[in-house]
Nanobody, 126 residues
Framework: QVQLVESGGGLVQAGGSLTLSCAAS????????MGWFRQAPGEEREFVAA????????LYADSVKGRFTISRDNAKNTVYLQMNSPKPEDTAVYYC???????????????????WGQGTQVTVSS
């Protein structure tokens, strides 16, 4: 069982920056691909970014490519999402996700995610 706890959400101005963190329990953190999803009010949860267990492979949704960066520190069991130049349409609850495989294959599919965090609210003001 893996527990994921997000932090770092809040209010940010458009064009600013914000970094989300997700701390994971367990001693095999590097065995899991990690990712971020988001869900805006009235919308379905959608994929944002993913990173392989080693950190060597990353994957992004087109909507955030070039603005957001996912990274991980396996020594700290933590994955990050750096949000640069956020836009009001990035406003959502952001969820940390983990899969029981090192590869990012399947990380874009909600149904293949093994573990979820509780979510952290990000609000981008214009």
């Amino acid at each position: 069982q893996v527990q994921l706890v997000e932090s770092g959400g809040g209010l940010v101005q458009a064009g600013g920056s914000l970094t989300l963190s997700c701390a994971a329990s367990g001693r095999t953190f590097s065995s899991y691909a990690m990712g971020w999803f988001r869900q805006a009010p009235g919308e379905e949860r959608e994929f944002v970014a993913a990173i392989s267990g080693s950190g060597g492979v990353t994957l992004y949704a087109d909507s955030v490519k070039g603005r957001f960066t996912i990274s991980r520190d396996n020594a700290k069991n933590t994955v990050y999402l750096q949000m640069n130049s956020p836009k009001p349409e990035d406003t959502a609850v952001y969820y940390c996700a983990a899969n029981t495989a090192r590869t990012v294959v399947g990380m874009t599919d909600l149904l293949r995610i093994a573990y979820w965090g509780q979510g952290t609210q990000v609000t981008v003001s214009s």
